[in-house]
Structures are given as C-alpha cells and as structure tokens.
C-alpha cells in the first residue's frame, strides 16, 4: 500500500518530483540549512559586510550599504542611496536612527530584511515537502508554518540537498500576492556559508537586489555606537510585542465607485496607543492615499511592550480596495 501511493505521487508529480514520506528528514533539513545560513543570529565573531544593492522606488536606484556586526543587540549601519541616507544602530536596549527623510523607507528595511537569512526558521514546522532536480541538483521544497500562527500565508522553502543551501523562500497569500526571496553564490564564512546574490521580488517582479562585495570578520569600534543629535531613540528587548490594532480599520470611500488598489503606510504608536508620526512608504494615488490615512488615524492601537511596560514603535499598515 505504501509503494502504491509513492508510486501515484511519482506519476503525478512528473518524473523529476517525489513526495518525501519522511517529515522527520525534512524538518532535520530545514533546521541545518537555517543553522547553516544564520550568519547574523548565530555568528561567533565580530564582522563587517559592504553591499552594492538595486532598489525599486519610481524608479531603479543604486545603493550602498555598509554594516558591522558584533551580536543582535550591538551593530552599526550606513546607507547610502540616491538622496535617502541613514545611519541606525543598536546598544543593548536602545535603537538610533539618523536619517535624512525622517522615516526608514520601506525598501531599506526590506533590504535589511532579506540580508538576514534563515530568520527564525527555529520557529517553522513542515507540514509537507516534496524533491525535483534542477539543472542537475537535487533541489528539496518545503511547505511550513509557524508553530503560534496556524492561518498564514502558503510559506515555502527550497534547498539544495547536497549542500543545504537556502535557494529560495517565498510567501504566497493569494495568486496576486507572492512575494520571494532568491538567494544565491554561497560562500563559507566564520563557520557559515552565506549568499553573496540575493534577491526580493513582488508578484515576480524584481523589487530588491543586492550583492555582497567584502564579508571580512573584524571589531565592532564602541566610537561608532555613540548616539548622534537627532538620532531617533527607540526602546529594544528580547521580549518585544510590536504594536497591533484593537479596532478594524474602516475605509470611508464616500459613494467612490471604480476605485481598486492600496497603499502602506508606516505609523509611529506611542505608549499611551495613540497614533504619532505618520509615512506613506507605497502611494496607491492621492485618493486612496488619503482613505487609508483617515482610516488609519481613527482606528486604535494597543502600544508595542517590553514585558509589562509600554513602548513607541513603528509598524507597518496596508489597506486598500480589492485586496484578497
């Protein structure tokens, strides 16, 4: 009985895809792969990393970022694109951000985003995978979900098997929404093999990518950690709860027929659950610009916490019409 349904898996799938029939080996896969890759959580060594990068805004533009890194809760960074710059770091419990635009866009923190690979992979179960050859390497596709959040979007992962490098994660909300990362040119470094090409797309259009110039181990200088004026100062904490709404937002379109689209906003919740500063990180026109921000501003909040006590945070909203 067992042959019957691997062989029916085979004849579905094609040739060149199997279904694995043991999880235990693909959960084994999945968690070496992210040991193997989590360069910036595991990392015993102080390093520093340079990054040429592409970012989409209303048009490609080029960037540079340079990080140093001595622990998660003590690094340094720069960036540089077009007119946008930005000097963050962190100190123990405390974040500072220095920027020219007032805001991190969101394209920056994307980047940072997809830099950090195998993020909390420790914290994915898989609940089903399946093998296919690509150009001549076993390639293993892993279907998981978070072990608190039962009903997310479909997350994949796919690894090379011989060498359990991380090809590609992707997160499929609905066949409109499907956002990727591609990750490639893997190198050993400090007990990791980490990529040098990495790549973010939206609906398979290419959003972010980056390339690694210089990934060289070296001290973190204390100098560089000395808050600059100006700098945004934000409370940090392992514990850390971000923000969340208590209250649906509710678009007031008033009698508007034909509009479709969205837009994401970053807003600033204060301790007390009120709404602070307000950005617009992806404009879905002047219109529906301002039927997201009126919603936004009357919906309510309860504030970011570290522990029992209550802390400014950002977070990141999208409303929109037609939205699946």
């Not at 985003?113 to 076993?138: P, R």
Request: glycine share 8%; hydrophobic share 35%.
């Amino acid at each position: 009985m067992i042959r019957s349904t691997f062989l029916l898996a085979a004849i579905v799938m094609g040739p060149g895809a199997l279904f694995a029939m043991d999880k235990t080996g693909a959960q084994d896969l999945l968690a070496s792969a992210g040991r193997q890759a989590r360069l910036f959580e595991d990392s015993a060594r102080p390093f520093a990393m340079d990054v040429d990068f592409t970012a989409e805004f209303d048009m490609p533009r080029q960037g540079h970022l340079r990080l140093q890194w001595e622990a998660k809760d003590r690094w340094w960074s720069k960036l540089k694109i077009g007119p946008i710059e930005e000097i963050k770091f962190q100190d123990g419990e405390k974040s500072y951000t220095l920027s020219n635009t007032g805001f991190t866009p969101k394209q920056v923190r994307d980047l940072m985003d997809l830099l950090h690979v195998a993020k909390n992979y420790d914290k994915l179960v898989v609940k089903k995978d399946q093998e296919h050859i690509e150009s001549g390497v076993t390639v293993k596709c892993m279907e998981t979900e978070r072990r608190e959040f039962k009903s997310s979007p479909r997350h994949q992962i796919c690894t090379d098997v011989g060498t359990r490098d991380i090809m590609s994660e992707s997160w499929e909300w609905s066949e409109d929404r499907v956002y990727r990362k591609q990750f490639s040119d893997f190198a050993d470094f400090a007990g990791h093999r980490y990529p040098h090409r990495l790549e973010f797309l939206k609906n398979g259009r290419t959003i972010i990518s980056a390339n690694v110039i210089e990934l060289r181990q070296t001290p973190l200088d204390p100098q560089l950690l000395v808050p600059p004026q100006g700098a945004i100062e934000r409370r940090e904490c392992p514990n850390f709860q971000p923000p969340s709404m208590v209250s649906e937002p509710v678009l007031a379109l008033g009698g508007r027929t034909g509009l479709n689209g969205s837009s994401e906003v970053e807003i600033t919740v204060l301790a007390d659950g009120k709404v602070g500063g307000l950005h617009v990180l992806q404009s879905g026109g002047p219109v529906m610009d301002d039927i997201v921000i009126d919603a936004v501003k009357h919906s309510k909040y309860k504030p970011a916490m570290c522990g029992t006590e209550p802390v400014i945070a950002e977070m990141d909203i999208e409303l929109g019409v037609g939205m699946h």
